[in-house]
C-alpha cells in the first residue's frame, strides 16, 4: 500500500492534513465541477443534433433545396439545348464561367440550378435565368 492510502486510513479517509469537513468539501466541489462539464457536454451535443424546427420555412439566407423533380427537368432543357448546339459538356464548361464538373452534376441532376448558375446558362444560351429556374419550357 502506498504511502498516502496510509495516512488516508490513519486519518480517518481525509487528506493528510484536512480536517473531515474540509476534505468533503474539496471532494464535493471536485464532483460538482465534473458534473458541471458533463452536463454542459451533454446540452451541447443535443444542440448540435437536434433537428430543424420547421423544415419548410426559409432559413435565413439559405434557400430551400430545389427538389429533385424540378432539378430533373432542368437538366433535361439543359441535354436538349446541348445537342441542339451539337455541343459536349467540355464546350458547355468552355463557354460558360462554369467547371466541367458542374456541368456534368447539372446535366446528371445531382447540383441545384441556383440563381448563379441560371445567370450563367443564361448568357450563354440567350435565354432568361428564370428559364433555368422554373418548370415548363
Not at 492510502?5 to 487528506?15: D, L, V, Y
Not at 420555412?57 to 427537368?73: D, E, T, V
Not at 464546350?91 to 448558375?117: D, I, K, M, Q
Amino acid at each position: 500500500m502506498s504511502r498516502e492510502k496510509e495516512q488516508n486510513k490513519t486519518n480517518g479517509g481525509t487528506r493528510a492534513g484536512a480536517s473531515v469537513g474540509e476534505s468533503e468539501k474539496e471532494d464535493m466541489r471536485d464532483l460538482f465541477l465534473s458534473e458541471e462539464k458533463l452536463v454542459r457536454l451533454a446540452i451541447g451535443h443535443l444542440q448540435g443534433k437536434r433537428p430543424p424546427q420547421n423544415p419548410t420555412k426559409k432559413s435565413s439566407g439559405a434557400p430551400l433545396a430545389q427538389s429533385a423533380r424540378l432539378r430533373r427537368h432542368l437538366a433535361k432543357k439543359l441535354k436538349r439545348e446541348l445537342v441542339g448546339r451539337g455541343w459536349t459538356t467540355l464546350e458547355l464548361a468552355e463557354n460558360s464561367a462554369l467547371s466541367v464538373g458542374e456541368c456534368r452534376a447539372l446535366e446528371a441532376a445531382a447540383l441545384p440550378f441556383t440563381p448563379e448558375v441560371a445567370e450563367k446558362l443564361s448568357q450563354v444560351f440567350a435565354t432568361s435565368s428564370d428559364y433555368w429556374q422554373k418548370e415548363g419550357d
